[in-house]
């Protein structure tokens, strides 16, 4: 699912929400000119052409006209489609050296960022918002090579399917990318729709990119999500 597609999914939904709400509490304290904010929200996000689940905690304060400061801690269930071609290079090295391994893993991602949020004035109905952020991600690989055929470095054949990852550490075949921290920048932007006094459901769109250490992936990590959460203003 490319951008495009995902952009306009968003749009749509934010109309419908947007039309099906009432306008219940643009007068409250926590309506439009609220003083902060906590969100809770869950969705997906695609890194590299594969999906995977979102959760973020996010909370801002008001610290000028329609500006907020916002920070935010968050994870990304498993980016393994950026982990894949560095098991790809090594399935391919240990192939050449007549040891088969079929390469697997995870790659979750907690998260922290904080920033600016800008409220933009549109209607009472909703209220649409701006965000940029920078912040660090803990990147935790979790490789899993599992033996296909051919002779281990020790000459031992194991049952096909065992997994041999500490195997092939210990004899010096592979190196597992180590757990790391890396600079992310995060930009986005979403509505709030009022559904009673003080609370509003969020729809949400973000983009991230995580700078990861080389030994893990040769470029950026690059994420896009779509986001949906519930929020309380005051």
Known sequence: MNEKVLIKMFSIGVTFVALAAAPLFAQESGGQNANGYVSAFGGTA????????????????????????????GRFANLQADLQPTLDATTTALSNQGLGITAGGKLPAWYGVGGLRAEIPASKHAYPYLLGGLGAAHLNPKPQLAFASGNMPDGSIPDIGTDVTTALVSAGNYAAPPA???????????????????????????????????????????????????GYRF
């Open 46 to 73: 695609w890194a590299g052409g594969n999906s995977t689940g979102s959760v973020v905690f996010e909370g801002g304060a008001r610290i000028a006209p329609h500006v907020m400061v916002f920070t935010n801690v």
């Open 180 to 230: 790391s921290t890396a600079f992310m920048f995060m930009l986005g932007g979403g509505v709030q729709v009022p559904l009673a006094p003080h609370w509003a459901v969020d729809l949400g769109y973000r983009y991230s990119r995580i700078a990861a250490d080389s030994m893990l992936s040769a470029t950026a990590l690059n994420t896009n999500a779509m986001t949906f959460g519930f």
